[in-house]
């Protein structure tokens, strides 16, 4: 257990994932939070359990309760913020529809956005669901699809009732973005960022991140990430569980920083649509990675990004992309949290001004 290879690692990982949540939360805290680091973590939920066809042991409505009161004991207690991302799975909210459960799958996540402290939605393509236009697609699904008549149909109605509800409300949407963790054959490759294209010329306010931009393994994949920062102003890209970042290798760190300094040259000169990300606790599997925000911070240095660009990235950049700012309606849902919150100091939100 105490070893740094790679059976020590994981073992210490696969124990990190029986750990209660509070417990979670401080060691995130420990790793990337305090004075002149991260202030604010937003840790998101996430729905696979009608893919996988293995139920949760507690219902989505309970673990947001649960993360719910994470948020303020964190707050309240350890001195840090935490505002969660509220997990959305299509097939679930078709079955709630078709068999008259209630509350649905996309109600849970409004109660949890409007009501609970939550800051935005995630979204988890690669298990098996294109963004939009599912329908009259050749597409391979668990063969509980077959349950449901026209399942693709229902599949885009669910996601479209979602994409309205957050464009209008301004609410986030977070979304797995790529080529890695499908829950099938080539189910993987619906998390192409080129996807979204047709969901935001519908919904072209919607606020979107798209998570996993920077390792650079296919560049028609990367490149399409900034093909749709050049058309839409509301869509950012995470660098999240950049573990090239921490290799022992000069020659691998050099050679992402070129590839990422030339992405920013022809998409984002100003470095506005990069948001930071770790992806912890998946990134606990690698080496050193208790560094991982001190890594990325040099592998950007080298990338070309200044200390003002950097700052971006770690901060106004997500301000921007959550609505945290005055006067923005996800600022005002999270006042209105802490004022109904007993021992919650709203004032804490000025750090976004």
């Known amino acids: 257990m105490a070893g740094r290879g790679f059976i020590g690692r994981h073992l210490r990982w696969a124990a990190w994932l029986r750990s209660p949540r509070m417990r979670l939360a401080e060691e995130m805290h420990r790793l990337y939070g305090g004075s002149g680091r991260i202030g604010l973590f937003t840790p998101a939920l996430i729905d696979y359990a009608r893919w996988l066809d293995e139920e949760p042991r507690s219902d989505i409505a309970s673990q947001i309760e649960v993360m719910e009161a994470v948020q303020k004991i964190a707050i309240r207690r350890k001195g840090f913020m935490i505002h969660c991302l509220a997990p959305y799975d299509p097939w679930r909210q078709v079955t709630d529809l078709q068999d008259g459960i209630q509350p649905t799958a996309l109600d849970i996540v409004k109660q949890a956005v409007e009501q609970r402290?939550?800051?935005?939605?995630?979204?988890?393509?690669?298990?098996?669901?294109?963004?939009?236009?599912?329908?009259?697609?050749?597409?391979?699904?668990?063969?509980?699809?077959?349950?449901?008549?026209?399942?693709?149909?229902?599949?885009?109605?669910?996601?479209?009732?979602?994409?309205?509800?957050?464009?209008?409300?301004?609410?986030?949407?977070?979304?797995?973005?790529?080529?890695?963790?499908?829950?099938?054959?080539?189910?993987?490759?619906?998390?192409?960022?080129?996807?979204?294209?047709?969901?935001?010329?519908?919904?072209?306010?919607?606020?979107?991140?798209?998570?996993?931009?920077?390792?650079?393994?296919?560049?028609?994949?990367?490149?399409?990430?900034?093909?749709?920062?050049?058309?839409?102003?509301?869509?950012?890209?995470?660098?999240?569980?950049?573990?090239?970042?921490?290799?022992?290798?000069?020659?691998?760190?050099?050679?992402?920083?070129?590839?990422?300094?030339?992405?920013?040259?022809?998409?984002?000169?100003?470095?506005?649509?990069?948001?930071?990300?770790?992806?912890?606790?998946?990134?606990?599997?690698?080496?050193?990675?208790?560094?991982?925000?001190?890594?990325?911070?040099?592998?950007?240095?080298?990338?070309?990004?200044n200390d003002a660009q950097w700052r971006k990235v770690t901060s106004e950049n997500a301000i921007r992309l959550y609505g945290l700012n005055s006067g923005q309606m996800a600022r005002s849902r999270l006042q209105d949290w802490y004022r109904n919150t007993p021992s919650l100091d709203a004032t804490l939100l000025q750090r976004f001004n």
């Open 117 to 305: 402290g939550f800051v935005g939605v995630k979204l988890y393509p690669p298990m098996g669901f294109l963004p939009t236009g599912n329908k009259g697609r050749t597409l391979s699904y668990p063969v509980r699809a077959d349950d449901t008549d026209d399942f693709q149909t229902k599949i885009d109605s669910a996601l479209d009732d979602l994409y309205q509800w957050a464009e209008r409300e301004g609410v986030a949407i977070l979304a797995h973005a790529a080529n890695s963790m499908g829950a099938g054959e080539k189910f993987s490759e619906r998390a192409k960022p080129e996807g979204w294209r047709s969901v935001l010329r519908r919904f072209p306010n919607l606020r979107l991140n798209l998570a996993h931009l920077g390792e650079f393994h296919d560049k028609e994949w990367e490149d399409s990430f900034g093909k749709l920062f050049a058309e839409f102003p509301n869509i950012y890209a995470d660098i999240s569980y950049l573990n090239g970042g921490l290799s022992s290798q000069i020659a691998d760190i050099r050679a992402i920083a070129a590839k990422l300094k030339l992405f920013l040259a022809r998409f984002d000169q100003g470095v506005d649509r990069i948001v930071y990300g770790s992806d912890w606790m998946m990134l606990g599997r690698e080496p050193d990675h208790e560094r991982y925000l001190d890594a990325l911070r040099i592998l950007l240095i080298q990338a070309g990004v």
